[in-house]
């Protein structure tokens, strides 16, 4: 046998050639490797680097259930070459196997990232043969052994977190043990395989709508963790389940079995999966998370606007509610550029009179609204200093839109010789040459005629399983409008890179790495409950960058002093998305809005930077206290929620300031009215606040001499 050891940015990964030339991957982890811990039945065989289904093919092995082991021809795959060179990222690995009586070869790609401890994963196919085969599943990355460190069986050191995603209830984490969720040791430690599976995804076009594509995995006995992210904006599956004495995580985009994904692969052809992110750290939570962090800012576009985070003015939420007109307009672009924001965006109902849900699609200025036409407010915007931006939803047309019937049918997804329809709305096709072609002139017309700086990109339908035009399976329909659809966009920003477009989807239906990596600010949510927000925003640096996660601020017409400051403590420590009625507010609330601006200004050169970490846990809806916290060399910021509570007083750790002297203070809002009591506790690494009144809101910084 020939062992692969390598060490790269803290994370140990073995592999091991076996003397029947099939390539196992033993290990992925910060912790060191221990040939203790390979404990099977089955010897080597469940340490599977890749799996792969075909159509046709026997699974051979004492399997149950539906779960992605000893897949076939991918448990039988031999080893024919390995690379290993270096790239402007850093290391990359690149594995060759090929199965023989297919003629299938797998490439499996593992890219390291200098100074991060995270790899990306991705596999491709290629078919050597001279026949045809249907491929039903693919991983993106395998790993089995997920728990095999340290003495305690997994039902009492493991620790799943996951992220439940939803309309207005984005990134809510919640944690549970293996025995929980079914995977409870009931067999012979050295035996079990199971039926059942922890099996987490997405089917749809909607890419989080039930679950971010992300996960923590969590060794209380070794103080480690492991942790992933799927890089798709479509459809994706990952799973946990057990096989010969050792739990395994598979992570992969579309599949037969879950998103009625297929395709034909033939001669010469070959098909690539998704990409996915997997790290491994030593420590809690924070840990992983500034890691995840790092690496989302290193494979995300280079663009101006997530180095110069400037304030975006939305007349949305909590104000227009999608009813604008020049009237309207004027006045409130005069206010918003006096309270300190510097970009204006136009939401929905631009382009029609009255009632414009299901005649979308051509985008064209109503009259009605703007006797003066959409360029007399994008100019008068400009001439207030700010950049001005409308409402868009390129992917779709209306069932009522004029254009609708005149386009072929080739133009949407279809499904059973029928348009797929949604919401009164039909899903576009971006395979489609001319769907892009008036998707790119939209753009141009919106740039070049009306001055458009921003765009507000959104996507209000989830279209289903994909579509059955020039398509294998409606699956694979769907991952090729997904791919053609990131292609198109990145047209558009080499076009225009200096034009920022907010990823939107009914706020947060899409907070994945294959928009973020595009896109470089994003809709968190439509939550319309300021209350509410505080766990969204709090939670929010869990699926993305802090620079990139735009958290409504809207205070509340008939709202007094602590509600605006509660609205503005949401989003100081993020991307503020400013709205609300803000000329029908009181004086002082007014000034409280310009103070959280001015203070979101002075302190945003370090939100760019920083790394989030929570000293109180994610939030959930229901806590009566939360805190997120962002930490940027000398200096750390804190946001503290307090909400419904018989306590007054709440110690907040920040545990990587223990034993360190730090200078504490309140920096929002600043009035002595508003001033809390606070102190901080240096040996045990906290600080105690004191909040008297329920529903209040403050923002602390905590500075260091080195």
């Known amino acids: 046998m020939r062992r692969i050891e390598i060490s790269e940015n803290n994370i140990n990964l073995v592999m091991e050639l076996t003397d029947e030339q099939e390539i196992k991957l033993l290990h992925f982890s910060a912790l060191p490797f221990e040939e203790k811990d390979l404990v099977s039945r089955n010897g080597l065989l469940p340490f599977t680097l890749v799996e792969m289904s075909v159509t046709g093919l026997n699974r051979l092995g004492k399997l149950h259930g539906d779960n992605y082991v000893r897949t076939a021809p991918g448990c039988r795959l031999k080893f024919k070459d390995f690379k290993d060179c270096r790239n402007q990222n850093g290391r990359k690995l690149e594995i060759i196997t090929f199965d023989q009586p297919t003629g299938l070869e797998v490439h499996s790609h593992m890219q390291f990232y200098d100074g991060i401890s995270i790899v990306r994963s991705w596999s491709q196919v290629v078919n050597k043969g001279d026949k045809a085969w249907g491929i039903e599943y693919l991983s993106s990355f395998a790993l089995t052994g997920v728990t095999k460190e340290g003495l305690q069986n997994a039902d009492k050191k493991m620790k799943l977190f996951l992220p439940r995603n939803g309309w207005q209830k984005e990134f809510h984490w919640n944690e549970f043990t293996l025995d929980e969720l079914g995977m409870s040791l009931a067999q012979p430690e050295d035996f079990h395989r199971s039926s059942t599976t922890i099996g987490i995804g997405n089917t749809g076009s909607w890419s989080t709508k039930e679950y971010l594509p992300v996960g923590y995995l969590r060794n209380e006995e070794m103080n480690s963790g492991l942790f992933w992210q799927i890089e798709h904006n479509g459809s994706w599956y990952w799973e946990i389940s057990d096989e010969d004495g050792q739990y395994y995580l598979k992570l992969s985009g579309p599949t037969e079995l879950h998103n009625h994904w297929w395709i034909r692969l033939n001669p010469g052809e070959s098909f690539t999966t998704v990409t996915a992110a997997v790290g491994s750290a030593i420590g809690g939570m924070d840990k992983a998370w500034a890691e995840l962090t790092k690496y989302r800012r290193s494979i995300r576009r280079k663009n101006a606007d997530d180095e110069n985070l400037p304030v975006i003015f939305n007349d949305y939420m909590n104000c227009l509610f999608g009813d604008p007109t020049t009237k309207k307009e004027l006045p409130m672009i005069k206010r918003a550029a006096e309270i300190g924001c510097e970009y204006y965006c136009v939401d929905c109902g631009w382009y029609s009179p009255g009632h414009w849900w299901d005649n979308v699609g051509q985008w064209m200025p109503s009259n009605e609204r703007f006797p003066g036409g959409i360029k007399e407010v994008m100019d008068y915007i400009r001439s207030c200093g700010m950049v001005p931006g409308l409402w868009l939803e390129i992917e779709v047309m209306g069932v009522n839109c004029p254009l609708a019937s005149q386009v072929p049918d080739d133009w949407y997804f279809r499904r059973h010789g029928e348009k797929v329809a949604y919401r009164s709305r039909y899903q576009l096709d971006f395979r489609n040459p001319q769907v892009r072609e008036h998707a790119t002139k939209v753009i141009d017309r919106m740039v070049r005629e009306y001055g458009v700086g921003y765009i507000k990109m959104d996507y209000n339908i989830e279209p289903g399983i994909g579509t059955e035009t020039g398509a294998d399976s409606f699956g694979d329909g769907l991952l090729q409008h997904n791919r053609a659809y990131l292609s198109w966009l990145d047209t558009i920003f080499e076009t225009y890179p200096d034009l920022v477009i907010e990823n939107c989807s009914s706020g947060g239906m899409r907070i994945d790495y294959a928009m973020l990596s595009r896109h470089s600010i994003q809709s968190t949510s439509d939550q319309e409950d300021y209350i509410k927000y505080a766990t969204i925003a709090a939670n929010a640096p869990s699926g993305l960058t802090p620079e990139q996660a735009a958290i409504w ?143 209040t809101a403050r923002l602390f910084r905590l500075e260091t001499a080195d």
Request: aromatic fraction near 12%.
């Open 553 to 695: 601020s809207y205070p509340m017409t008939e709202g007094d002093e602590e509600e605006t400051i509660f609205n503005m403590v949401n989003a100081i420590l993020l991307r503020i998305h400013q709205s609300g009625h803000i000329l029908n507010m009181s004086d002082s609330r007014v000034e409280l809005i310009k103070e959280a601006i001015s203070c979101y200004k002075s302190i945003r050169g370090h939100i760019k930077a920083s790394l989030p970490f929570w000293p109180l846990g994610f939030s959930h809806y229901m806590d009566p206290w939360s805190a997120l916290g962002l930490r940027c060399g000398k200096t750390s910021y804190v946001a503290v929620w307090r909400r419904t509570s018989d306590q007054i007083c709440r110690t907040i750790p920040v545990t990587h300031l223990k034993g360190r002297d730090a200078t504490l203070s309140q920096i929002y809002p600043c009035g002595e009215q508003y001033k809390s009591e606070f102190v901080w506790n240096k040996e045990d690494g906290s600080f105690s606040v004191k909040m008297p009144k329920e529903y």
